[in-house]
């Protein structure tokens, strides 16, 4: 049974940072592109970052510069490091899973492609 488990969320102030943590369990690791996505009150779920095919990672326009997207392949966990957070950041993050190969590159800013999701962490940022 695959799992994702995201953390790491909370309660921070414009201009400061938060990590966020997505533990994955029942699949193997290394196959998956896993990214993180967001959605705020009323809005559709949008892309954040990806990470796969080993070294590839991609951000949303709107992050970067901003956010690092790291994985961590020992501890089947993904990282999405996020600094100078504006209030417009405020969502609930969530982490999805999808097969390489499901996933593509020219895709992997969709949701559609991603068979798992985490239930999602809530980052609101103040002003």
């Known amino acids: 049974q695959v799992q994702l488990v995201e953390s790491g969320g909370g309660l921070v102030q414009a201009g400061g940072s938060l990590t966020l943590s997505c533990a994955a369990s029942?699949?193997?690791?290394?196959?998956?592109?896993i990214a993180w996505f967001r959605q705020a009150p009323g809005k559709e779920r949008e892309f954040v970052a990806a990470?796969?095919?080993?070294?590839?990672?991609t951000y949303a326009e709107s992050v970067l510069g901003r956010c690092t997207i790291a994985r961590d392949g020992a501890k089947n966990t993904v990282y999405l490091q996020m600094n100078s957070l504006k209030p417009e950041a405020t969502a609930v993050y969530y982490c999805?899973?999808?097969?390489?190969?499901?996933?593509?590159?020219?895709?992997?800013?969709?949701?559609?492609?991603?068979?798992?999701w985490g239930q999602g962490t809530q980052v609101t940022v103040s002003s």
């Open positions: 999805a899973a999808g097969r390489e190969g499901t996933v593509l590159p020219d895709t992997i800013s969709r949701p559609g492609p991603y068979a798992y």
């Open positions: 029942g699949l193997t690791f290394s196959d998956y592109v």
């Open positions: 990470t796969g095919w080993k070294t590839y990672t």
